[in-house]
């Protein structure tokens, strides 16, 4: 996992509301046991027709947006459990989804697999897609460690909430078993029963 300070790039726009998980990585893409490969199906039935052939309409197929956020509407992620739509969107190269609204387990999922998700309010949410219309190359700024989100094109602002745990695995770039082990020193310290602040 890469450690995650502060990231500003351009901007993925999905304006459509309530996507669930089975429009993020089609449930036939789902046999699969290893992540590797999940981002070439993400938005599958979405991205491309029955004869495999890319849908012009569809952003992701469209050159003009291309960035590290992606920005959906309200309600992402909901629908099954499945950790795979966390997969297929790291997989396809996002770091962060900005929306209004997430599904609580796919928002720990997306952490799990070193996405971060940013809640924003339904006006910020508005602002940003206003701003992508009129400029394809707007960026937005997520800093992490001070939990803010800025729209470059208008300079506005807001806080975002991350579990205190989540957001340390981010900035140092640990997964749960790394944090663990950067624990290890004080875990073999209270195992001993040298630590003098620790229970008895």
């Given at each position: 996992?890469?450690?995650?300070?502060?990231?500003?790039?351009?901007?993925?726009?999905?304006?459509?509301?309530?996507?669930?998980?089975?429009?993020?990585?089609?449930?036939?893409?789902?046999?699969a046991?290893?992540?590797?490969?999940?981002?070439?199906?993400?938005?599958?039935?979405?991205?491309?027709?029955?004869?495999n052939?890319?849908?012009?309409?569809?952003?992701?197929?469209?050159?003009?947006y291309?960035?590290?956020?992606?920005?959906?509407?309200?309600?992402?992620?909901?629908?099954?459990?499945?950790?795979?739509?966390?997969?297929?969107?790291?997989?396809?190269?996002f770091?962060?989804?900005?929306?209004?609204?997430?599904?609580?387990?796919?928002?720990?999922?997306?952490?799990?697999?070193?996405?971060?998700?940013?809640?924003?309010?339904?006006?910020?949410?508005?602002?940003?897609?206003?701003?992508?219309?009129?400029?394809?190359?707007?960026?937005?700024?997520?800093?992490?460690?001070?939990?803010?989100?800025?729209?470059?094109?208008?300079?506005?602002?807001?806080?975002?909430?991350?579990?205190?745990?989540?957001?340390?695995?981010?900035?140092?770039?640990?997964?749960?078993?790394?944090?663990?082990?950067?624990?290890?020193?004080?875990?073999?310290?209270?195992?001993?029963?040298?630590?003098?602040?620790?229970?008895?």
């Amino acid at each position: 996992m890469e450690k995650f300070i502060t990231l500003t790039s351009a901007i993925v726009p999905l304006p459509i509301e309530n996507v669930d998980t089975d429009q993020i990585i089609p449930a036939r893409f789902l046999k699969a046991t290893s992540k590797e490969g999940f981002g070439d199906n993400l938005f599958r039935d979405w991205r491309y027709d029955k004869n495999n052939q890319p849908i012009a309409g569809f952003v992701l197929n469209n050159p003009t947006y291309k960035g590290e956020i992606l920005v959906a509407g309200k309600n992402f992620g909901s629908g099954s459990s499945r950790e795979h739509a966390a997969w297929a969107i790291a997989g396809y190269g996002f770091k962060v989804v900005v929306s209004s609204f997430f599904a609580d387990i796919f928002k720990n999922n997306a952490m799990n697999s070193s996405v971060l998700p940013v809640v924003v309010s339904d006006a910020f949410l508005a602002e940003i897609f206003a701003c992508v219309d009129k400029d394809p190359k707007m960026t937005l700024t997520v800093d992490l460690q001070n939990q803010k989100i800025t729209n470059n094109a208008t300079g506005k602002s807001e806080s975002f909430a991350i579990n205190a745990y989540k957001k340390e695995c981010f900035l140092n770039g640990f997964d749960d078993i790394d944090y663990l082990l950067s624990k290890k020193d004080k875990i073999e310290e209270y195992e001993s029963g040298d630590c003098g602040a620790c229970p008895q």
